[in-house]
């Protein structure tokens, strides 16, 4: 049995009919007295790209932090986290664990709209926060290109979106409440046990269960979407005196396509007083998305798709303003990038952060990689994001340009071996570039790799003994990692 990919709760997949359209036009325990909805044996957890599902002994859904903490009390084994199950390596499970569906605990906890703050469950979605926000013209301050994400799981990766300025979500995180291994409740901050905070976000449920989060809010504004043919060899300048300190900029990131991924189609979302082209304040859940389905599949299964992307996806991107507002287009639903079916092939993310100054050496090794590997990529996102000066984890650690991957994968055993081998190539680029890679997708990096990208986790390591001593909280990343 399957316990439900991440549509079953709420839609699922990845990234991008803005390829195609902004891009096609322009993102228990069963003893437990509870009552916990708790399932037999031998369940699969699955995440989004229906790879690497994770064999699990249970599940169980808590509604509460009291039920949280009774679970990780009582249940003899160990333990992880799931929210929307984006992921796609088995983040959010462990092999014969219990896997916690964080998708329940979903509620408000408290909202002051006068200070711009609010503290949700960790399972409640961006979707969900934006429906409670907007009637008070608030948006979320940092958060990715889609609505489906809990809160906890975008924490617990410490994701990033678009924002211009912003970087990690970990900057506008007030505070976290947290299930350590032996069940106690503890509330973490910046300025209170700061070390546990600053290894809880971006720690992939490494240390404890995140149960509630408190988070700063932004204005809702209206933004005009801009559209720009950039040379490949001015994008860094340009994005610098154009982009980079222009405050009236909240949205922006540079798509390349294939085949030659060398000729960056900029998007900035600028604040506007103009009229708003889209009258609707957020997309409405549950859309079907026929058209981007039949585009996604027409631009990747049929002959001329290439032709598709020069002749309709690129002129489509650069296509008249649009102006909506800002939780209009932070409220996308990821649903829109989903296939008919991923049986036979799937779409993934890849993710490399690299310095600044890295960004062209990078650029051309990574085309090279693309090409000679004949890898499906739909296509490569730009973004850029400032330092990360808080977390333990990092991903930036110095100010950095983000390369997001969107790719096309056959399902058998060698296709996602051969998926391995360039994967493992673009890290070793992004190494002996003084850059990153991201953790939250398919764990084809070598330990050796792990540890040259994230140092820090040495001092992880040591936090975990401290905190976790047997190791309760544990899931396949940190299986195969920590
Ligand atoms: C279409 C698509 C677009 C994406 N776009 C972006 C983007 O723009 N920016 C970006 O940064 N990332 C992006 N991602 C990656 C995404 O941010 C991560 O996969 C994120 O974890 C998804 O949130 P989730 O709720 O699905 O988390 P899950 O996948 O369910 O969990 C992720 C990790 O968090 C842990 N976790 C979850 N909840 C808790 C909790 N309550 N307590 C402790 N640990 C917990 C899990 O154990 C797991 O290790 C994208 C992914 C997809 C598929």
Known sequence: MTDSTPGSTAPAIPARRRFLVQALGAAGYCSLSMALPVCA?????ANVTGLYSVSVARTAQPASTSEVANLVRTWPGRIAAGGGRYSMGGQVALQGGLHLDMRTMNRLVWFRPEEAVVRVQAGMRWRELQDLIDPHQLAVKTMQSYSNFTVGGSVSVNAHGR???????????????????DGSIVEAGPHHNRPLFAAAIGGYGALGIITEVELELDRNVRIERVVQDVPLAQYVDFFKTRVEFDRANILHNADLLPPEFDAPVAVTWRRTGKALTQAQRLIPKDLSYQTEKNAIWAATEMPGGEWLQAKVIRPNLLKPSIVKWLNHEASRDAAELEPRTRVLSTYALQEYFIPVRHFSRFVQCMRTILRKHEVEALNVSIRHSPADTLTLLPWAKEDVFCFVLYYKQRTHAQARAEVGCWTRELIDLALNNEGRYYLPYQLHATERQFSRAYPEAE????????????????????????
């Open 41 to 45: 044996a031998d369940i699969m957890v």
């Open 163 to 181: 924002y211009v300025g912003h970087g990690p979500i970990c900057h506008t995180v007030r505070a976290l409440q947290i299930v350590l291994a």
């Open 459 to 482: 001092q992880l390591r040591t936090l975990k003994d401290k905190l976790d001593p047997a190791g309760k909280f544990s899931n396949e990343l940190w299986r195969k990692y920590l």
